[in-house]
């Protein structure tokens, strides 16, 4: 073959360039191969991003691909980043907002402690109480906004509380009665050991749904969907009657075919709640001989609460070997 025959041959080749011995180098097919994979990555971005039909690609698993991997990540296969969006909107408990400290705590809670004043934001407060280590006395009803932030639909298939049991405090308590209702979905009991979520009925409190054997589980039957920018708002209730607990919540979902969990603290800390030192309506059949002996023998050493025939409302100090008796005189 002529020289310029074989310059045209060179430029009509479309793989590697042979060496000038006419053979192709280990480097040369790896350079190759690796523009090849680069070109295919980029048809599959520019089809995500343009819309190709789904017959031709799953535009929105590959969307999610982009949404979940920076570039580097997807050539290792690391996932970054969550797809649900989590938000804490409201604490309260089933009786209103009542905490309760233990003894190492008192000196963070003590304004708390001290304020006379009703509160101008009763839920603000009550969080900061949380916020300072204090423990929901009885319950906590966490009302919790999830969001899907991803292109495929997300579905949320359990809800579940990570549990480490705690000594019952008794440094002090801010006890504020509440005369209304709270609205919950679902009820968790602390005290067993591997809580559940359990529908609540319409007409039913979670206490009753608790000791109702009628009552299924909530996602035996039911699922919570979310497609993208999606939201539901959740009212969850934590019941605690023979002792205290701190808990992370864990949110089971799948996606893509895939599943996944992911977890919700308060501001970084663990939810905490506690058993009630008083025996109130609707608890004591759940409670053994052992448990009553347990809560009898227990003081607080502080006491704060709404002071009963104040008008307006006001906060007042008060014995703490008399607070059950009030109590039950609400």
Request: negative net charge; without cysteine; glycine residues 10%.
């Given at each position: 073959m002529s020289r310029e025959g074989r310059k045209r041959n060179r430029r009509s080749n479309p793989g590697p360039r042979p060496t000038r011995s006419g053979r192709w180098t280990p480097r040369r097919v790896l350079k190759w191969l690796g523009g090849t994979l680069a070109a295919a990555?980029?048809?599959?971005?520019?089809?995500?991003?343009?819309?190709?039909?789904?017959?031709?690609?799953?535009?929105?698993k590959v969307k999610d691909a982009l949404r979940d991997y920076d570039a580097q990540a997807l050539v290792k296969g690391l996932r970054r980043g969550d797809a649900l969006q989590l938000t804490v909107l409201d604490l309260t408990t089933l009786h209103g907002w009542a905490a309760a400290f233990p003894a190492d705590r008192v000196a963070a809670a003590q304004q708390f402690l001290d304020q006379r004043a009703w509160p101008e934001d009763i839920g603000d407060f009550f969080r900061r109480e949380l916020d300072a280590g204090g423990y929901a006395i009885g319950s906590l009803v966490v009302e919790l906004e999830v969001e899907g932030k991803r292109n495929q639909e997300i579905t949320i298939y359990d809800i579940r509380p990570l549990v480490r049991p705690a000594p019952i405090?008794?440094?002090?308590?801010?006890?504020?009665?509440?005369?209304?209702?709270?609205?919950?979905?679902?009820?968790?009991?602390?005290?067993?050991?591997?809580?559940?979520?359990?529908?609540?009925?319409?007409?039913?409190?979670?206490?009753?749904?608790?000791?109702?054997?009628?009552?299924?589980?909530?996602?035996?039957?039911?699922?919570?969907?979310?497609?993208?920018?999606?939201?539901?708002?959740?009212?969850?209730?934590?019941?605690?009657?023979?002792?205290?607990?701190?808990?992370?919540?864990?949110?089971?979902?799948?996606?893509?075919?895939?599943?996944?969990?992911?977890?919700?603290?308060?501001?970084g800390a663990p939810f905490r709640v506690a058993a009630d030192l008083c025996t109130l309506p609707g608890v004591a059949e759940r409670l053994s001989d052992a448990d009553r002996k347990q809560l009898a023998g227990l003081r607080y050493g502080q006491v704060t609460t709404r002071e009963r025939y104040a008008v307006p409302y006001r906060l007042t100090a008060m014995d703490p070997a008399l607070l059950c008796e009030h109590e039950h005189h609400r």
């Open positions: 990555l980029a048809a599959v971005v520019i089809a995500a991003v343009t819309g190709i039909p789904g017959q031709i690609l799953d535009g929105p405090p008794v440094g002090a308590a801010v006890r504020i009665a509440s005369e209304g209702d709270t609205t919950r979905q679902m009820v968790f009991d602390l005290d067993t050991p591997a809580p559940i979520a359990k529908a609540i009925p319409d007409g039913m409190d979670g206490l009753g749904a608790l000791t109702d054997t009628a009552t299924s589980p909530f996602f035996r039957t039911q699922r919570i969907g979310l497609p993208d920018g999606h939201k539901e708002t959740l009212a969850l209730t934590f019941v605690a009657v023979r002792g205290a607990y701190e808990f992370t919540l864990a949110i089971d979902y799948e996606l893509g075919g895939q599943k996944f969990t992911q977890t919700v603290t308060l501001s």
